[in-house]
């Protein structure tokens, strides 16, 4: 089995910064792209950034210039680093990875970590 464990949500005011984790552990023997998606209340699951393998990335235009995503592959572990957080912002952070396991290769997600942005 393979999970993904997301960490460091929370409450933060607009202009603030927070750093999201996710830690994939299990049978793993590659992982492949790592994504970050959101979904705020009412609204559909929208990609907010992913970094290929090889350390490629690529970000939805309202995250550019204030998100960064990357990725320890040595910790299975990817991060997503948000500053001038904006109320916008607000929703539920999911972890997405394409995992190359003992068994196959599938996509799995994270139980999502929640981020308010408000003063």
């Known amino acids: 089995q393979v999970q993904l464990v997301e960490s460091g949500g929370g409450l933060v005011q607009p202009g603030g910064t927070l750093r999201l984790s996710c830690a994939a552990s299990g049978s793993i023997r590659s992982i492949f792209a790592m994504a970050w998606y959101r979904q705020a209340p009412g609204k559909e699951r929208e990609l907010v950034a992913a970094?290929?393998?090889?350390?490629?990335?690529n970000y939805a235009d309202s995250v550019k210039g204030r998100f960064t995503i990357s990725r320890d592959n040595a910790k299975n572990t990817g991060y997503l680093q948000m500053n001038s957080l904006k109320p916008e912002d607000t929703a539920v952070y999911y972890c997405n990875a394409d995992v190359n396991s003992s068994w196959n290769r599938r996509i799995y997600w994270g139980q999502g970590t929640q981020v308010t942005v408000s003063s």
């Open positions: 970094i290929a393998n090889g350390g490629s990335t």
